[in-house]
């Protein structure tokens, strides 16, 4: 059975800091890789995914995360914060033929000043 | 712009009421999904539909039942609430193009009292 692992609860980071939020995966078939944003109140909003192709993958508001089949890890990046990025992010795994979505726990990323 | 709406952003309901939360969509997809998500468990799946009138168990379906008479309408329904069901209700929607990406709504934040 797929599961995802989000290693980091909670990352408390300064604000322009680098951050890296950790999610590996387990699965023995190809799969799909999504990262979502959740503020506070909010749905969940895609920030990036990786179906296929180019390992590194480029998202929304300077993200992006690295596809390591060997590690089975999908860790999203940002290179500097801000404040706005306080958020929730949650990692997902999806496969082929299998119409839903397997969640990690989520990571609460606080951006302080 | 994909648009799923649920119809209340806060409800508050007494235990033993019988509850709707429900799901509308505007992009014809065919699966749709309720979550509940609570603070260290991410989200967990409660049920989806992969069709009209067609509806399958998630992990936690227990106390909950779900309706889908209109392709573009999913309803999530707490029977006889509980105070443990006190929780954020997400719905998404996703196509059937394999990638398993899936569209959030804003969110439902019940209170059972």
């Known amino acids: 059975a797929q599961s995802v692992t989000q290693l980091d609860s909670q990352v408390p980071v300064f604000e322009e800091a680098p951050v890296e939020l950790r999610c590996n995966y387990s699965?023995?078939?190809?799969?799909?890789l999504f990262w979502y944003v959740q503020y506070p109140n909010q749905g969940l909003q895609l920030l990036l995914k990786y179906l296929s192709g180019s390992t590194l993958v480029k998202g929304i508001n300077g993200f992006e995360a690295e596809f390591n089949k060997s590690q089975t890890s999908f860790h999203l990046r940002k290179p500097s914060v801000h404040i706005s990025d306080t958020a929730e992010y949650f990692c997902?795994?999806?496969?082929?033929?299998?119409?839903?979505?397997?969640f990690g726990a989520g990571t609460r990323l606080a951006v302080h000043p | 712009d994909v648009k799923v709406t649920q119809s209340s952003r806060y409800l508050v309901k007494r235990t033993g009421e019988k509850v709707f939360l429900e799901c509308v969509q505007d992009?014809?997809?065919?699966?749709m999904f309720w979550y509940r998500q609570d603070p260290g468990l991410g989200l967990r799946l409660i049920y989806f539909?992969?069709?009209?009138?067609?509806?399958e168990k998630g992990d936690i379906p227990e106390g909950y039942s779900v309706s889908r008479e209109k392709k573009e309408r999913f309803s999530l329904i707490l029977e006889s609430a509980s105070t443990n069901q006190t929780s954020m209700y997400l719905c998404a929607i996703a196509g059937t193009s394999g990638y398993n990406e899936q569209f959030f709504g804003p969110g439902t934040r019940l209170t059972v009292l």
């Open positions: 699965s023995s078939v190809s799969v799909y």
């Open positions: 992009m014809d997809h065919e699966n």
């Open positions: 539909s992969y069709d009209v009138k067609m509806k």
């Open positions: 997902a795994v999806g496969q082929s033929g299998y119409n839903k979505l397997i």
